[in-house]
Structures are given as C-alpha cells and as structure tokens.
C-alpha cells in the first residue's frame, strides 16, 4: 500500500512540473524579469502545487492505508517530502527568491534660514556723500516714555480736529504713522538718539504727502518725514566734512528749523543762536494754540482759502 501512496505523490509532482513547464514552452521570447510581486504570485502558484499533492496524497493514504499511528506517521512524512520537493521545482523553474524592493527613504527638509529684511526706507545716497556720513550702525528701537507720546498726541489731536473742521484739504494731506523700526533705522544711519517727542510726532504723521502748495506746514516750516530727515542729515554732513567742520548734532525737521539732539531743543541756527523752543512738544502745542485761537506764529497767521491752510502775515 505505501508504494502505491509514493506512485501517486510522484504523479501528482510530475504532473504540476508538466503543467508548469507546458505554460513556459507556449510564452514567446524570453520574458522580462519579473518583478517582485510577480516572483511573490509565481512562488504561492508552485506552493498551490505543492498542495494539491498533498491532497491526493491524503485522499489516497485515507483510502488504501489502514489508519494504524504507525501508518499515519509515514503518510504525514510523505506529504511533506511533496510539499518540499515541489517547491523546489517551482524555485528552480522561476528562479532564485525574489528579493524584496528597497524602500527609499523620504529626504527631510531643512530649512532654509531666512535673514530678516532691514526695516526701514533705505534709499540710495545722493552722489558725493563720504564714508563718514554714511553710517549703518545697529537699528534699535528705543521705547518711548508714555507720558511724552501722551502729551504729543494730544497736540496732533487739536490740530487734527481744527484741520478737518476747516481745512480739510491740507487736512488730506497728513502723512500716515511712521515705524519704530524705520525710526530705529534712521537714528542708526545717522548716529544721533531722536528725542522722545520728536520719534512720537514721526510715529503718529511720518511727514506730509500730496501736492506740496497743499500740504500741512508750521508756519512756512514744511513737516519732514523720516527719510527727507535721514537725506539731509546726509547732504550736510558732507558739508561739513568738505570745510573739515565736526558732523553736526541738529536734526532737520523743517526749512530752516531743527532740532538739537543732545538738548531737545528746537532752534533755528540761520535766524539767531538762541532757542525757538525748548522742545518739539512745546513747538507742536503753540502750532494748535496758533490754529485754535488765531495766534501768530512765525510772524504769521493761519487763514484758509479753498479748504487749504495758508498762513498770512500777522502785522
């Protein structure tokens, strides 16, 4: 009985080797290596095989054998000396094992550090300035005392009010708030510390815009904004330095006013040495005095014409 068992486990072999080997003879050409997920189905057909040996073997131990121990035992051994002789024929019929596809690991970012941009209105200097007059120092932006800022507002408030009530073309024309950090710049590239109502006047109207017969001025003192102040600082500093003159410590802020950045003061050196007043605060306060009661400043009155502020002279 156990001949007739191996008979039928070597049919059942050779004929799934037949069967395989048929499939290959009717392929055209020599086939491309297959991938691994072919190798993968190529392998579980051969183990296929292996099985359907296995079952007959099973199918004819039941049958013919008795079902002594001793008998099962030499059927179970058969079944597997099948299954290994089969897939042994299938690994050599589709070649070696497929080895698995390597996995590519995913790149991971770095990134990129990014300087920060230089705030502040850089602008190219005007030809001729020298290497002295052309600091970039570190910008810094200083904190300014609220009280000051409290007070200068209060001030831009009244004459805000006043411009808008009756001049509201040169009211237009108000320059938006400055930055610290383009104040910070300026203080940088010239080297002098703003006062503290000066940088809170430049925070809340950085210079004046529009047409220039409409724009707000004191008096006949047009208002700059941080670059203009920053450009003539500049362009007299070079002239200083042309006539071998130490660099200057006034801050333009008007036509001929400025203001001292070691005192606070404001002064106007082309109309006499002493001061015009003792802060920019003081000279913001006397401009809305000037509007809302008619004083003169300057020499001069304000009027308004066409909805534009003009200012006549008070003798």
């Known amino acids: 009985m156990l001949k007739l068992v191996r008979l039928a486990l070597t049919a059942a072999i050779l004929t799934a080797i037949g069967v395989r080997l048929r499939r290959r003879a009717r392929m055209p050409g020599k086939p491309p290596a297959p991938s691994a997920p072919q190798a993968v189905a190529h392998t579980r057909m051969g183990l296929a095989w292996a099985a359907i040996a296995g079952v007959v073997a099973l199918t004819l131990g039941a049958a013919l054998i008795p079902t002594g121990p001793q008998a099962l035992s030499e059927v179970r051994s058969a079944v597997h000396q099948a299954e ?12 070696t094992t497929p080895t698995p596809t390597p996995v590519m690991p995913t790149p991971t970012l770095t990134p990129t550090p ?3 941009t230089e705030t502040g209105t850089a602008s190219a200097p005007p030809p001729g300035i020298p290497a002295a007059c052309m600091l970039s120092g570190q910008a810094t932006v200083r904190p300014i005392s609220p009280r000051v800022r409290a ?7 009244r004459i805000e009010r006043w411009l808008r009530e009756h001049a509201p073309r040169t009211y237009a024309s108000l320059g938006a708030p400055g930055r610290a950090g383009t104040v910070a710049l300026a203080e940088a590239q010239t080297g002098l510390e703003f006062p503290d109502d000066l940088r809170a006047s430049l925070l809340r109207h950085n210079g004046m815009s ?12 047009r208002v700059r904004g941080v670059r203009e102040i920053r450009d003539h600082w500049r362009e007299n500093c070079a002239s200083r330095v042309g ?16 203001v001292d950045a070691d005192s606070g003061q404001v002064v106007a050196p082309m109309v006499g040495p002493e001061p015009i007043w003792p802060s920019y605060h003081a000279m913001l306060r006397d401009m809305a005095d000037a509007l809302e009661k008619g004083r003169p400043v300057f020499g001069a009155r304000a009027t308004v014409k066409g909805g534009l502020l003009r200012w006549s002279d008070a003798r």
């Open 84 to 95: 290994q002789s089969a897939m042994t024929v299938a690994m050599g019929v589709e070649g």
């Open 114 to 116: 990014v300087t920060p």
């Open 151 to 157: 007070a200068v507002n209060r001030q831009w408030r």
């Open 210 to 221: 529009g047409p220039p017969g409409a724009r707000f001025s004191f008096g006949e003192e």
């Open 243 to 258: 006539r071998g003159d130490p660099i200057g410590r006034l801050i333009r802020v008007g036509t001929l006013i400025e």
